[in-house]
């Protein structure tokens, strides 16, 4: 969320890529699944995720 918070005050992609350590690829991905989400949709999102994962373990 921070390095995507960085690009939209104007950092460029291959500065912030090269600081934190990931390829572009990486950057786009988070960016289309997290650009418009605020923390706590964020958060509810990975306790969702963490639910359905114990949900599956319980049933295969």
Request: contains cysteine; aromatic residues 8%; positive net charge.
């Amino acid at each position: 969320m921070a390095i995507l918070k960085q690009n939209e005050a104007g950092i460029k992609v291959p500065d912030l890529c090269r600081e934190h350590s990931i390829i572009s690829a990486t950057f786009y991905k988070w960016r289309a699944k997290y650009g418009r989400m605020d923390t706590s949709m964020i958060k509810r999102l990975k306790e969702l995720e963490d639910e359905n994962r114990r949900l599956k373990k319980m049933y295969v």
